[in-house]
């Protein structure tokens, strides 16, 4: 996962405001999660609730990027645009379709699907994958919105992380 970082107070800090988000959403779980547990935990796990929904539904266009691609009906593109933000969006259509990681099979929004919600909930289950361990993963759940049902390995799932905050980079 992620090693600590070498600025302590920024250590404490990251570790602490995950461990805040993972109080308020499931106090009776969070109490399971050990200290190395949180050292360990993705940074994403730190975000207030609109990044959060932001990167789940980037994850989730990552996913979908094909289809993404040959839409033409402006109000279901101006709602994907706005759900991963412009410039990510921009930049999305920019890369040639990235490639899968292995075992990851292109999605669908599908046709007359909420879209915002389809690529959340697709993200979601991105994110839910990548956490480890298992007790962090249900302290985490309800901090997504609902996941579809995927199944993805951890390596696949912090790969489509990385790509879709590589994306961000580039935007």
Same mark, same amino acid.
């Given at each position: 996962?992620?090693p600590?970082?070498?600025?302590?107070?920024?250590? #404490?800090?990251? #570790?602490?405001?995950? $461990?805040?988000?993972?109080?308020?959403?499931?106090?009776?779980?969070? =109490?399971?999660?050990?200290?190395?547990?949180?050292?360990?935990?993705?940074?994403?796990?730190?975000l207030?609730?609109?990044?959060?929904? @932001?990167?789940?539904?980037?994850? =989730?266009?990552?996913?979908? =990027?094909?289809?993404?691609r040959?839409?033409? %009906?402006?109000?279901?593109?101006?709602? $994907? @645009? *706005?759900?991963? =933000?412009?410039?990510?969006?921009?930049?999305?259509l920019?890369?040639?379709?990235?490639?899968?990681?292995?075992?990851?099979?292109?999605? @669908?929004?599908? %046709?007359?699907?909420?879209?915002?919600? #389809?690529?959340?909930?697709?993200?979601?289950?991105?994110?839910?994958?990548?956490?480890?361990?298992l007790?962090?993963r249900? $302290?985490?759940?309800?901090?997504?919105?609902?996941?579809?049902?995927?199944?993805?390995?951890?390596? *696949?799932? @912090?790969q489509?992380? $990385?790509?879709?905050?590589?994306?961000?980079?580039?935007?």
């Amino acid at each position: 996962m992620n090693p600590p970082t070498a600025n302590p107070a920024l250590h #404490r800090r990251r #570790r602490a405001a995950i $461990a805040e988000q993972l109080l308020a959403a499931s106090p009776a779980l969070a =109490g399971d999660i050990e200290w190395d547990a949180l050292d360990a935990a993705p940074p994403w796990l730190a975000l207030d609730a609109a990044a959060s929904d @932001r990167l789940q539904c980037r994850a =989730g266009a990552l996913l979908c =990027g094909a289809e993404l691609r040959l839409w033409i %009906d402006r109000p279901r593109v101006a709602a $994907a @645009r *706005a759900a991963v =933000g412009e410039t990510w969006w921009k930049a999305l259509l920019a890369q040639p379709v990235p490639a899968l990681p292995p075992g990851v099979a292109p999605q @669908r929004v599908g %046709d007359g699907a909420p879209v915002v919600e #389809r690529l959340q909930a697709l993200g979601a289950a991105v994110l839910l994958s990548a956490l480890e361990p298992l007790p962090l993963r249900r $302290a985490a759940a309800p901090l997504l919105a609902v996941p579809a049902p995927l199944d993805f390995t951890a390596e *696949a799932a @912090r790969q489509l992380i $990385a790509a879709a905050e590589s994306l961000e980079a580039l935007a």
